[in-house]
């Protein structure tokens, strides 16, 4: 057991977090997210049940890493299809909150656009979120000595 690592992130996501490099990057997915068919690594990450798992995985995440902030797009989440327009996306908001402490924006990807980008991820974390659209990639950046 270590000091101060948040209960959700686990000893696979602790390994993984610590062999990513700048500019690599991580998804958080959602339990309806086609995890298994999509990555290279998958972690499951079940160790707490909470509401809006995304963004608390993605909080405690920044605990441990910082975004890239010379990326073009650094955090992204999936943006609804057509028929959802209309949908208020409480994934959003959470997520929102959580990167606009560290003064970064969310970007918006299409569908399809997210899941090919997914293929390319370091990781992907599947979350049991079952949250709408609760998807999100960040990018890493670079730790610098204190």
């Known amino acids: 057991?270590?000091?101060?690592?948040?209960?959700?992130?686990?000893?696979?996501?602790?390994?993984?977090l610590a062999r990513m490099g700048h500019g690599d990057y991580l998804v958080i997915a959602d339990s309806n997210f086609p995890s298994d068919s999509?990555?290279?690594?998958?972690?499951v990450n079940?160790?707490?049940?909470?509401?809006?798992?995304?963004?608390?995985?993605?909080?405690?995440?920044?605990?441990?890493?910082?975004?890239?902030?010379?990326?073009q797009q650094p955090v992204c989440v999936?943006?609804?299809v057509q028929i959802d327009k209309?949908?208020?996306?409480?994934?959003?908001d959470d997520i929102?909150?959580?990167?606009?402490?560290?003064?970064f924006n969310l970007n918006f990807v299409d569908r399809f656009d997210f899941y090919q980008q997914a293929r390319g991820?370091?990781?992907?974390?599947?979350?049991?979120?079952?949250?709408?659209?609760?998807?999100v990639i960040m990018y890493k950046g670079v730790i610098t000595p204190i």
Do not use: W
Not at 38 to 43: D, G, V, Y
């Open 38 to 43: 999509i990555a290279n690594n998958c972690i």
């Open 1 to 16: 057991m270590l000091l101060n690592i948040p209960i959700s992130i686990t000893p696979e996501l602790i390994y993984a």
């Open 121 to 135: 991820a370091f990781v992907i974390i599947q979350t049991d979120d079952v949250l709408p659209y609760a998807n």
């Open 46 to 71: 079940i160790p707490i049940r909470v509401h809006g798992k995304t963004s608390a995985i993605l909080h405690d995440i920044l605990q441990l890493i910082p975004i890239d902030e010379y990326a």
């Open 96 to 103: 929102n909150a959580v990167i606009t402490q560290k003064r």
């Open 78 to 80: 999936m943006d609804r």
């Open 86 to 92: 209309e949908l208020h996306v409480s994934a959003y």
